[in-house]
Nanobody
Framework: QVQLVESGGGLVQPGGSLRLSCTASGSIFRFNSMDWYRQAPGKQRELVAAMSTGGSINYADSVKGRFTISRDNVKNTVYLQMNSLKPEDTAVFYC???????????WGQGTQVTVSS
């Protein structure tokens, strides 16, 4: 029903920046949330940032002030600008879209972010 394609992951040094992108296609309800999650080895998947169609935003405390989520509703694309990256940010980052008519959630394939010296 909904397909999500992510890009932008990579290897950066501590203090560096990356910009992730995720584009959705398919049966996208006009009211939805596009979100970024991450999962580090041995840890649970956690919500990093979320943004609704109307512009409501939530961030995990660990990324406030460093990460910025944005979206283009026309393109059905969500972005995550990550600055001042730390080694503990290393994880597979996944984007997700939740349609609010069904509350069905769809996931991207994930993109690896590695922060290391």
């Amino acid at each position: 029903q909904v397909q999500l394609v992510e890009s932008g992951g990579g290897l950066v040094q501590p203090g560096g920046s990356l910009r992730l992108s995720c584009t959705a296609s398919g049966s996208i309800f006009r009211f939805n949330s596009m979100d970024w999650y991450r999962q580090a080895p041995g840890k649970q998947r956690e919500l990093v940032a979320a943004m609704s169609t109307g512009g409501s935003i939530n961030y995990a405390d660990s990324v406030k002030g460093r990460f910025t989520i944005s979206r283009d509703n026309v393109k059905n694309t969500v972005y995550l600008q990550m600055n001042s990256l730390k080694p503990e940010d290393t994880a597979v980052f996944y984007c997700a879209l939740t349609n609010w008519d069904t509350y069905a959630t769809y996931w991207g394939q994930g993109t690896q972010v590695t922060v290391s010296s």
